[in-house]
């Protein structure tokens, strides 16, 4: 079945570093990829998503490409922020109607100022 | 913006009693919402699929008699752990689909003494 392998946390950083955290998936058909964030206490939040090879999702500094030749969408920063602090979870669905999203087992990011 | 509400957040129950947890989506419809399970500092665990007005499908290994999910309207699902063992202790987080982008509660905090 589909399924999503992310980097092993934590991933500590310091204040403007560089951050990279590697997603690859495995998937039939067509699907789409998502960066959820999860803050501590809080709820998940969509973070970008990609809907189809070549695409590139971003928000608030973060990005991803969606690369269809290496199955990866890995996310990127150029710059963190202690307030970046969280859990990533690397995310697809299938593209069939219906169907519910599935994990990464999820990155710890700690920046330090 | 699209809301999903989850309640309640948090609940303390006795071993042997039941639990009901509600899942609505706020100022959309949702035919199909997902349950998801989350243990500490690991990934969401797709629970089941709940779909309004017909029985809901569960993920291989999860105990559809424990977890009884229904959704009877196209704004709530609720989820009742039966029964419950603190093995059951656990996040549980609801999810809609509203379009592309996946709506998460913000989660319910199960702890059974």
């Known amino acids: 079945g589909d399924s999503v392998t992310q980097m092993e946390g934590p991933v500590t950083l310091s204040e403007e570093a560089f951050l990279t955290i590697n997603c690859t998936y495995t998937a039939t058909g067509y699907p789409s990829l998502f960066w959820y964030v999860q803050y501590p206490g809080e709820g998940l939040q969509l973070l970008l998503k990609a809907t189809k090879a070549d695409d590139k999702g971003s928000n608030k500094g973060f990005e991803a490409t969606y690369r269809k030749e290496t199955t990866s969408f890995h996310l990127e920063k150029g710059s963190v922020q202690v307030s970046d602090s969280a859990v990533y979870f690397c995310a697809l669905s299938g593209d069939q109607a219906g169907t519910a999203l599935i994990f990464g087992k999820g990155t710890t990011l700690s920046v330090s100022s | 913006g699209a809301v999903v509400s989850q309640h309640p957040s948090w609940v303390i129950c006795k071993s042997g009693t039941s639990v009901k947890i509600e899942c609505r989506s706020l100022?959309?419809?949702?035919?199909?919402m997902f349950w998801y399970r989350q243990f500490p500092k690991q990934s969401l665990m797709l629970m089941a699929t709940?779909?309004?007005?017909?029985?809901?499908?569960?993920e291989q290994g999860v105990e559809k008699d424990k977890f009884l999910i229904n959704h009877a309207s196209l704004t709530l699902s609720t989820l009742t752990v039966t029964s419950a063992h603190p093995e059951d202790s656990s996040f549980y987080i609801c999810?809609?689909?509203?379009?592309?982008?996946?709506?998460f509660g913000p989660g319910t905090r199960l702890t059974v003494l």
């Open positions: 999810s809609a689909r509203l379009s592309s982008p996946y709506i």
């Open positions: 100022d959309f419809q949702a035919t199909t």
């Open positions: 709940s779909n309004e007005g017909s029985k809901a499908t569960y």
